[in-house]
């Protein structure tokens, strides 16, 4: 019998970017390109990154 795989949502808040993701992101915010939903999500990403641990 093969193990199970357990598929679980992201923790998508968690404020671990890479540096390449973080210049893309902030490319896009620079040029407009993203969406108001996605603003949500990099702000998010950036109170994570701030916050202590």
Known sequence: MTPRIR???RNVA???WSQKNVQH???L???G???PTGLVQVEAV???AAAPR
């Open 46 to 48: 950036r109170g994570a």
């Open 25 to 27: 992101a902030e490319r």
């Open 7 to 9: 598929n679980a949502p």
């Open 29 to 31: 915010i620079a040029q």
């Open 14 to 16: 968690r404020g671990n």
């Open 33 to 35: 390109r993203i969406k």
